[in-house]
């Protein structure tokens, strides 16, 4: 839920005055604006580019279907949260190949997949909340992770892999 604020203007137009016989109307024009507030999580986490650890075929081809390779942090800061929030998170959305993400890199036998903080896969459209939400502060952090795993028994393809994913700050 997304707290807003609404502002009403009001104005008052009075008739001329009439003969004591006739009763007085006016019109009275009401406008309000919604206005989305969130939390600020800065621009640079929001939009970047995620580099694991370079891995080699050799080193590949030992480790089983579905193992854990390589993996990197990602982190987003929250500040400046309304008061009444009860807590934030990120949404991840992508488009799914199997448990990990779509790789459209040239690269066989190595897929990308999020995790949370316990290394647990998350399914695209899935939230993330931030576990040290402070209320009051108006403040917290989602702490996730890219993970490379080994995909299949083949032999390895070298190339590049390439996914994208869609995030989008969640308040509640």
């Known amino acids: 839920?997304?707290?807003?604020?609404?502002?009403?203007?009001?104005?008052?137009?009075?008739?001329?005055?009439?003969?004591?016989?006739?009763?007085?109307?006016?019109?009275?024009?009401?406008?309000?604006?919604?206005?989305?507030?969130t939390c600020v999580v800065p621009a640079n986490q929001l939009t970047r580019t995620i580099t694991l650890p370079a891995m080699t075929s050799a080193s590949l081809a030992g480790k089983a279907d579905g193992e854990k390779i390589v993996n990197q942090n990602m982190a987003f800061t929250f500040t400046?949260?309304?008061?009444?929030?009860?807590?934030?998170?990120?949404?991840?959305?992508?488009?799914?190949?199997?448990?990990?993400?779509?790789?459209t890199g040239d690269a066989e036998g190595v897929k990308l997949a999020i995790t949370d903080t316990?290394?647990?896969?998350?399914?695209?459209?899935?939230t993330i909340p931030s576990t040290d939400y402070d209320a009051a502060a108006g403040t917290g952090s989602v702490n996730a992770k890219v993970w490379a795993y080994r995909v299949g028994t083949a032999?390895?393809?070298?190339g590049s892999i390439s996914s994208t994913a869609t995030v989008t700050v969640v308040t509640n």
């Open 155 to 158: 032999a390895p393809v070298g």
């Open 1 to 37: 839920m997304k707290i807003i604020s609404v502002s009403i203007v009001s104005g008052l137009f009075l008739t001329a005055v009439l003969p004591a016989a006739k009763a007085a109307t006016g019109t009275i024009s009401l406008s309000a604006a919604v206005t989305p507030t």
């Open 80 to 103: 400046g949260c309304e008061t009444g929030l009860t807590g934030v998170g990120v949404k991840f959305d992508f488009t799914k190949d199997g448990d990990y993400l779509t790789n």
């Open 118 to 126: 316990s290394d647990t896969k998350i399914d695209t459209g899935d």
